[in-house]
């Protein structure tokens, strides 16, 4: 509806400048008529009055009753001596031409003038409805009705609504998320205890003498049961964004050989060995001990999946970012995996040592809060590859 008033109204102004126009050019036509009428008029009584000076009142008497419109009708005198009224419209001809083109060069003026003012009307409205998008995007949109009656009315009321169906989406799923890494707090809280009790009972079990295959069996699994209460808490501070990184300069190579100093005990344990050749120093802006964490989780993966062989890292920079490499020997991630690497709890179709399924999504979790990208792909030929990313901004 609004549509059709919109365009009924500048149709009516589009018409109101062409009879403006019309208008113009009829009284511009008009007055130069007169002025032409009036200038032969004139050239033809000082003739006549220079050539025959008895005729002045001859021609007085005339033109009085002329302009009285007292003329009586009678024979033409001009076709009679051979003249038609084309031989004096010339002149008259060319004003009447400049005329027109004065008064269609004022209809497109003002069409232009018209167009002009309702295309920067429309450009203003799109320029604030793409800022407010802009700020709701950003989160500092204010929630307001639509304003005006035009063609993108409805446009910003829906824009409006949605922004506000948004927002109240955003905190639903912030209380959500809130709720779940409460709850997951309090489940880890929760697993302590006992595994406090477990421990303490295989200790004194172990100083009563008592040695077995199922005494070391249930210690292997207390060790994982405390490995994932620690995870579960870590993921508790990263979801509710308590888990604060402190990023410094960090070079790269002293990061990689730090990480790897720490998984020697597993690396020796499994025969597995670690390679990471010297490329110069290369600064990052990184925590130091969470990226050190994160790093490790990827090597050990790779020991996982290739035990006894050799965890290759390599490190490379540009103006745009620092690439580290994690690769092994081994056959690589079964295709069907890959998708799901990085998801919590996560372990494979055929899963390696005696991991979570956490490692990889907190290695994602911090490596991508400090601006930093992660993948995991098969590298050409064998072995699984890791490649993280550190944009510089």
Request: glycine share 6%.
């Amino acid at each position: 509806m609004n549509s059709r008033k919109n365009i009924c109204i500048l149709s009516a102004a589009i018409s109101a400048a062409c009879l403006l126009s019309a208008a113009v050019t009829a009284v511009l036509v008009s007055y130069c008529c007169g002025r032409l009428q009036f200038g032969l008029l004139n050239a033809l009584c000082r003739e006549a009055v220079q050539k025959a000076p008895g005729s002045e009142q001859i021609l007085l008497s005339v033109l009085k009753d002329y302009s009285r419109q007292n003329v009586k009708p009678g024979t033409d005198v001009l076709p009679a001596w051979g003249y038609h009224w084309s031989d004096f419209s010339l002149l008259a001809y060319k004003q009447t031409v400049l005329c027109i083109a004065a008064g269609f060069c004022a209809a497109v003026l003002l069409c232009t003038a018209a167009f002009l003012c309702r295309s920067r009307t429309e450009a203003r409205r799109i320029q604030a409805l793409a800022d407010y998008l802009e700020q709701a995007c950003a989160g500092r949109a204010a929630i307001c009705s639509a304003s005006g009656e035009d063609d993108f009315s409805r446009l910003e009321d829906q824009i409006y609504k949605t922004t506000a169906y948004l927002y109240q989406t955003k905190e639903e799923a912030v209380q959500a998320k809130d709720g779940f890494a409460q709850n997951l707090s309090n489940i880890a809280h929760q697993i302590k205890t006992p595994l406090t009790a477990i421990s303490l009972a295989l200790q004194m079990l172990k100083l009563d003498g008592l040695k077995s295959d199922h005494l070391k069996q249930a210690e292997k699994q207390l060790t994982r049961l405390t490995h994932l209460e620690e995870s579960l808490l870590l993921l508790t501070r990263i979801d509710a964004g308590t888990l604060v990184l402190h990023e410094n300069d960090t070079d790269v190579y002293t990061l990689l050989v730090l990480a790897a100093d720490n998984l020697q005990e597993l690396f020796a344990a499994s025969g597995t060995s670690a390679d990471i050749p010297e490329q110069g120093e290369i600064l990052i802006a990184a925590d130091l001990d969470w990226t050190m964490e994160a790093v490790m989780n990827l090597m050990k993966n790779c020991m996982e999946h290739n035990p006894g062989g050799m965890v290759h890292i390599s490190y490379t920079g540009n103006p745009l970012y620092t690439q580290i490499l994690i690769w092994d020997d081994g056959k690589g991630f079964a295709k069907e995996d890959l998708p799901h690497l990085f998801e919590r709890f996560y372990r494979g179709q055929n899963p390696q040592g005696s991991g979570i399924g956490i490692g990889l999504a907190l290695s994602k979790e911090i490596i991508e809060r400090q601006n930093g990208t992660v993948r995991a792909r098969n590298k050409p030929g064998a072995g699984a590859l890791f490649e993280i990313r550190f944009y510089r901004h």
